[in-house]
C-alpha cells in the first residue's frame, strides 16, 4: 500500500466486524462479491463506513458491485469522488 487513502481503506475494511478476520492477502486480493467474502449487509456497512470516514456519498453507479467488489476498486471509487468534490468547490 503506498498512499494514505489506500492505508485508510484497509484499516476501514480490516476492522469491520464480520464472522472472520480477513488477513491482508484477502483484503488486497480478493474479489469480494465473486469469492462471497462479503454478504450484501456487509457491503452496505463497508459503504456506510466509508461514506462516514471520507465525508463523501456513494452513489447511483457507484453502488453497482463491479465499483466496490475489491480493494482497488474500493480505492479508485472514493478516489474520484474525492477528486469529484474537490473540482466542485
Given amino acids: 500500500m503506498k498512499t494514505e487513502l489506500e492505508k485508510k481503506i484497509f484499516e476501514i475494511i480490516?476492522?469491520?466486524e464480520i464472522e472472520e478476520p480477513l488477513t491482508?492477502?484477502?483484503i488486497l486480493?480478493?474479489?469480494y462479491a465473486e469469492e462471497e467474502v462479503f454478504d450484501s449487509i456487509t457491503f452496505v456497512l463497508l459503504i456506510?463506513?466509508?461514506e462516514e470516514?471520507?465525508?463523501v456519498e456513494i452513489e447511483g453507479d457507484d453502488?453497482?458491485?463491479e465499483n466496490i467488489s475489491s480493494f482497488?476498486?474500493?480505492v479508485k471509487l472514493?478516489?474520484?469522488i474525492l477528486e469529484k468534490n474537490n473540482e466542485d468547490d
Wanted: net charge negative.
Fill in 78 to 80: 472514493i478516489s474520484n
Fill in 63 to 65: 453502488l453497482l458491485i
Fill in 29 to 31: 486480493h480478493s474479489d
Fill in 53 to 55: 470516514e471520507f465525508g
Fill in 48 to 50: 456506510v463506513l466509508l
Fill in 24 to 26: 491482508e492477502d484477502i
Fill in 14 to 16: 480490516q476492522n469491520m
Fill in 72 to 74: 482497488g476498486k474500493i
